[in-house]
């Protein structure tokens, strides 16, 4: 009961959870407002699968579509990223997004809450920068282990502007030149 209207008319951007990209009525819900959107690939979701959740934001005219990674299920607590994913969603025509720190999530990890493995953040945003991703989704905190929620996954404040300092000089490289992968594609 998301009161959809009321936020595309406040926010730039409109995102939406892994958990619902299946939800064809919300999806294309979201998709109508028109505002650009930026959704995450469900962890239980093939990269492949993701080119029917944008032709439904097509379907009501939508072509303002971002797709995010942000890992996939790996048996009971883990997740893992398979690089090959972003390539594959960005031959959708979409843009791709890297959520680098959703993706070092351990999900239920603590017993009770959700772990993470914060030092892979870095490790994983090199990755998917040298793929070529469009952009970089990133969750930062002050001080990540006194964060409210997800603070195990969190990159700490104080370290941002080195780890981004890096990711633009890799970035800046990797689309100098064509992606040799896309004759093949």
């Not at 469009?134 to 996954?153: I, M, V, Y």
């Not at 080195?162 to 970035?171: A, K, N, P, R, T």
């Given at each position: 009961n998301t009161p959809v209207d009321e936020v595309a008319a406040v926010v730039d951007v409109?995102?939406?959870?892994?958990?619902?990209?299946?939800?064809?009525?919300?999806?294309?819900?979201?998709?109508?407002?028109?505002?650009p959107l930026n959704i995450k690939k469900g962890q239980f979701l093939a990269p492949w699968d993701m080119a029917g959740v944008v032709a439904k934001c097509h379907e009501v005219g939508n072509q303002q579509v971002?797709?995010?990674?942000?890992?996939?299920?790996?048996?009971?607590?883990?997740?893992?990223?398979?690089?090959r994913s972003l390539a594959v969603m960005r031959a959708t025509g979409c843009p791709v997004v890297f959520d680098a720190t959703h993706s070092v999530q351990l999900p239920g990890g603590l017993g009770n809450a959700t772990g993470?493995?914060?030092?892979?953040?870095?490790?994983?945003a090199r990755a998917a920068v040298a793929v070529g991703v469009a952009g970089l989704f990133l969750e930062t905190h002050p001080d990540p282990d006194q964060a409210p929620c997800d603070g195990p996954n969190m990159w700490p404040l104080s370290r941002m502007e080195e780890l981004l300092s890096l990711l633009v000089e890799i970035d800046q490289r990797v689309k100098q030149e064509p992606y040799p992968e896309l004759s093949m594609m």
């Amino acid at each position: 009961n998301t009161p959809v209207d009321e936020v595309a008319a406040v926010v730039d951007v409109l995102q939406t959870p892994a958990f619902l990209v299946r939800q064809t009525d919300f999806i294309q819900r979201v998709a109508a407002t028109g505002k650009p959107l930026n959704i995450k690939k469900g962890q239980f979701l093939a990269p492949w699968d993701m080119a029917g959740v944008v032709a439904k934001c097509h379907e009501v005219g939508n072509q303002q579509v971002m797709l995010c990674e942000r890992g996939t299920s790996f048996g009971y607590n883990n997740l893992v990223v398979d690089m090959r994913s972003l390539a594959v969603m960005r031959a959708t025509g979409c843009p791709v997004v890297f959520d680098a720190t959703h993706s070092v999530q351990l999900p239920g990890g603590l017993g009770n809450a959700t772990g993470g493995q914060r030092e892979m953040v870095p490790v994983l945003a090199r990755a998917a920068v040298a793929v070529g991703v469009a952009g970089l989704f990133l969750e930062t905190h002050p001080d990540p282990d006194q964060a409210p929620c997800d603070g195990p996954n969190m990159w700490p404040l104080s370290r941002m502007e080195e780890l981004l300092s890096l990711l633009v000089e890799i970035d800046q490289r990797v689309k100098q030149e064509p992606y040799p992968e896309l004759s093949m594609m």
